[in-house]
């Protein structure tokens, strides 16, 4: 991860702060530089925010699953998949429950 890059992305949230895809790929830059902390909390607050952000439970699940949090991996998968009933995001519910089936599997 560029420093820079990040750098910027929080100079484009600062002039939008309610800006979603900026908070998204704010977390994201983070997990690529190795901050799953950061990462994670960043994706668990924009879901509490906006829990229709689809995209971000599977994000969520894959860092959560990376620092040893399985169950809330898996957990988050599932909320994932009922948000995408609500949504009709098929694509985003049938990746989730794949994940959440491999999350499980090696639980």
């Not at 820079?4 to 983070?30: H, T």
């Not at 924009?46 to 399985?70: F, H, K, M, N, S």
């Not at 049938?94 to 959440?100: M, P, R, V, W, Y």
Request: some cysteine; charged content about 30%.
């Amino acid at each position: 991860m560029s420093s820079n890059r990040l750098e910027q992305l929080r100079s484009m949230l600062a002039e939008e702060p309610g800006d979603p895809f900026l908070r998204y790929a704010i977390a994201l830059e983070r997990w690529r530089a190795g901050d799953r902390e950061g990462a994670a909390a960043d994706l668990e607050s924009l879901l509490r925010e906006d829990p229709t952000y689809v995209a971000c439970y599977y994000q969520l699940a894959q860092v959560l699953a990376e620092l040893g949090r399985t169950e809330d991996a898996v957990h988050t998968c599932h909320a994932g998949a009922l948000q995408c009933l609500v949504t009709g995001d098929r694509k985003t519910r049938a990746e989730l429950l794949s994940l959440k089936e491999d999350l499980e599997d090696t639980a």
